[in-house]
């Protein structure tokens, strides 16, 4: 099932793994696939009690992996807007939020596409999400950029 002796890696020739697929799509630029093979955070709720190199380690991995999928969503959903295909971008960048819901770029992005493609009281809606999440969370507002394209949307 391993291979290595210093670095473990699971042999992927004898198990599959969402994380390999997920890269192997990254690679071939097949990012419809990377993205569906992204299934969440990287070893979520797996804990292992006094072993903080191994926390620090998945965390640095939960991070690579979360950042890679929503690049995936984003160039999805610039894609999609290239062609003319707004719901089909909102989607895509509704993905990404979902990926990183504090990401304020990715937000806007969010809000920018269903208004492209006429949904203003949806583009609204997840502005004020995105506000109150930050808020909730946080304590902060978003930053001037976000707020100047809401107030203009309004």
Do not use: M
Not at 34 to 49: E, I, N, Q, S, T
Not at 110 to 134: I, S
Request: aromatic share 8%; proline share 2%.
């Amino acid at each position: 099932l391993f291979q290595g002796r210093k670095t473990l890696r699971l042999n992927s020739a004898v198990i599959a793994s969402d994380v390999d697929e997920f890269e192997r799509a990254l690679e071939a630029q097949d990012l419809e696939t990377a993205v569906d093979r992204y299934r969440g955070p990287f070893l979520d709720g797996f804990f292992l009690k006094d072993a903080p190199e191994f926390e620090r380690w998945a965390d640095l991995q939960r991070a690579r992996l979360a950042r890679r999928a929503a690049e995936a969503c984003t160039r999805l959903a610039g894609r999609a807007a290239e062609r003319g295909d707004h719901r089909g971008s909102a989607e895509w960048w509704r993905r990404a939020v979902e990926v990183d819901a504090f990401d304020t770029q990715t937000a806007l992005g969010l809000v920018r596409a269903l208004a492209a493609g006429g949904d203003r009281a949806g583009a609204l809606l997840a502005a004020r999400r995105h506000e109150e999440l930050l808020q909730r969370e946080l304590g902060v507002a978003p930053d001037l950029e976000f707020r100047e394209a809401v107030a203009r949307l309004r």
